[in-house]
């Protein structure tokens, strides 16, 4: 998510959070497209399948994929119900990514990552 943010040396915190939010949206279009494209594949399998005579899998895309997210949330992987505060995935992301908060400008004067 964030290589091309890594090579940056200065980018304000708000560039950067406009950057973040995109990328969430940019990830919640593609899994409404990856969730009709295999509603329309199940429909056609399905079709397929009647006239054939064979079965289908009856578990759709969603439930497949929300048992997934369960297993990975409780493997301790991140889950947004711990409550986090937003500055604690703020830094996180931060940290991940290699970019710091120069502390040493005064509040509110500056908002650059170094």
């Not at 969430?24 to 009647?50: P, V």
């Not at 759709?60 to 949330?73: E, G, V």
């Not at 995935?89 to 990552?113: H, P, Q, T, W, Y």
Request: positive net charge.
């Amino acid at each position: 998510m964030l290589v091309s943010l890594h090579e940056v040396k200065f980018i304000s915190l708000k560039s950067f959070l406009r950057y973040v939010v995109c990328k969430i949206k940019a990830r919640a279009k593609e899994k409404i497209h990856n969730s009709y494209l295999a509603d329309c594949l199940q429909a056609i399998a399905t079709n397929t399948a009647k006239m054939g005579g064979g079965t289908v899998i009856e578990k759709s895309y969603r439930d497949i994929i929300a048992k997934i997210d369960d297993l990975d949330t409780s493997k301790g992987k991140s889950n947004p119900k711990q409550g986090k505060t937003a500055e604690e995935i703020i830094f996180s992301v931060m940290a991940k990514s290699g970019l710091k908060l120069d502390r040493n400008l005064e509040r509110g004067k500056s908002n650059e990552l170094i």
